[in-house]
């Protein structure tokens, strides 16, 4: 699926599934919840946390999906575009770090 068809499947669903968004600032927050969940999994399944009996049946891969359904519920309902948006951003690091990284010696 490429972006484009993704901002149109989650409009569609959306619109027969959601009734309406929620308003920007409601979903800014909801991302927030999202991206939340996501940090928890990490947390507890690459760095020194352990799971605890309510993190049972989580999913990384469920947790990002969350995230990015909300993120593109954000781009349709204020206008953006994410292909043309994620290939400008691209453009721009691609400018301003290609030597960057080779340079850095923390990466090596």
């Known amino acids: ?7 149109k499947t989650v409009d569609d669903w959306i619109k027969t599934n959601g009734v ?12 927030t919840e999202e991206v939340g969940e996501v940090a928890r999994i990490i947390c507890r399944q690459y ?5 605890k009996k309510s993190d049972e049946g989580k999913n990384l891969g469920d947790e ?6 909300v993120l593109i519920c954000l781009a349709n309902q204020t ?3 994410l292909t043309s948006a994620l290939a400008s951003n691209l453009a721009k690091k691609t400018n301003r770090d290609h030597d960057r ?8």
């Not at 699926?1 to 901002?7: D, K, W």
């Not at 309406?20 to 991302?31: D, G, P, Q, S």
């Not at 760095?47 to 799971?51: D, I, M, V």
Request: without cysteine; charged residues 20%.
């Open 64 to 69: 990002l999906a969350d995230v990015l359904f």
């Open 1 to 7: 699926m490429t972006l484009t068809e993704a901002q």
């Open 20 to 31: 309406r968004y929620f308003n920007e600032l409601t979903n800014m927050a909801i991302l």
């Open 47 to 51: 760095g020194e946390q352990s799971f």
């Open 79 to 81: 206008g953006v575009d």
């Open 101 to 108: 990284h080779h340079q850095n010696e923390k990466l090596k």
